[in-house]
């Protein structure tokens, strides 16, 4: 059985670790016959009205239960982990669903509205009424992030993994046959749609993120000679403090605002 586990808000601007970090830390506390198959970093509207930490971004721990018994377990150690690794001043949520819950559509729903408008906790409550959904401090604004995060990686079709098969231990250039050992697709973006081939190498420029798409990773590359590709995006060269935008995010496609504070809207 097949659960997410939406997390979100659990840090502050001057915080040495993001949600990202948390989500992936989490593997570490599974209970036993529970295993990680991924973690997704999931982009929300930015909108000068919502107030976040950087980049108004989720994360959705994506894990593979041997027995439905162990969905309760699985909740207990979420809880305990994002109360016990969240930065104070930060507003955690947590939104826990399982692959079949009959509802998991209104959380899709839901995670793709958090990407075009401004969303309320009570939105956020209806979206996750039959799965769990709890705050753990601040604002409770936590919420709407965590049930977004699993809701747009339950949907398949947006994201990119921060976590997979041990990918952040890829080197500079990795031929394509081991990435699809990893179970990673790699598609070309050319427009001649070559197929790249087995032997062939990708430049990943030390930072490999493949997309969430049709429910599985896939790496997007382009041509840059013969038998040789580059993966697109790259990592962020600096953060900028609140306030500032950098061209760096602009052209990311994320700009920073400073926060705002409000009760009622999506993080």
Known sequence: MRVYIGFDDTDTYDAGRG???????????????????????EQLLI????PYTSHNSAACVIVDLADSSLLDPLVVKAVE?????????????????????????????????CTRV????????QAASNVH???????????????????????GWAGRFIEFGGLRHVQDVVRISDL???NILVVSIDRNAKVPAPEDLVYTKRWLRPLLLAGR????????????WESLGE???????PGEVVNSSIQNGDIMYPPVASDDIAL
């Not at 959904?133 to 949907?155: E, F, K, P, Q």
């Open 133 to 155: 959904l709890s705050a753990h401090g601040g604002t409770n604004d936590g919420i709407i992030g965590a049930a977004a995060a699993v809701g747009l990686t339950a949907y």
């Open 19 to 41: 949600t990202g970090k948390l989500a992936r830390l989490f593997e570490s506390r599974l209970p036993e016959g529970c295993s990680l198959w991924g973690v997704v970093r």
């Open 118 to 125: 401004i969303v309320t906790q009570r939105e956020a409550l």
């Open 47 to 50: 909108h000068e009205k919502i």
């Open 235 to 241: 990592k962020r060269s600096h953060k900028s403090s």
């Open 217 to 228: 990773p896939v790496l997007i590359v382009r041509p840059t000679d013969n038998g040789s």
């Open 81 to 113: 982990h994002i109360e016990s690794l969240s930065f104070k001043g930060s507003d955690p949520g947590l939104c826990v669903a399982r692959q079949d819950d009959p509802s998991l559509h209104q959380l899709v729903t839901f995670g793709q509205r």
């Open 180 to 182: 699809e050992r990893m």
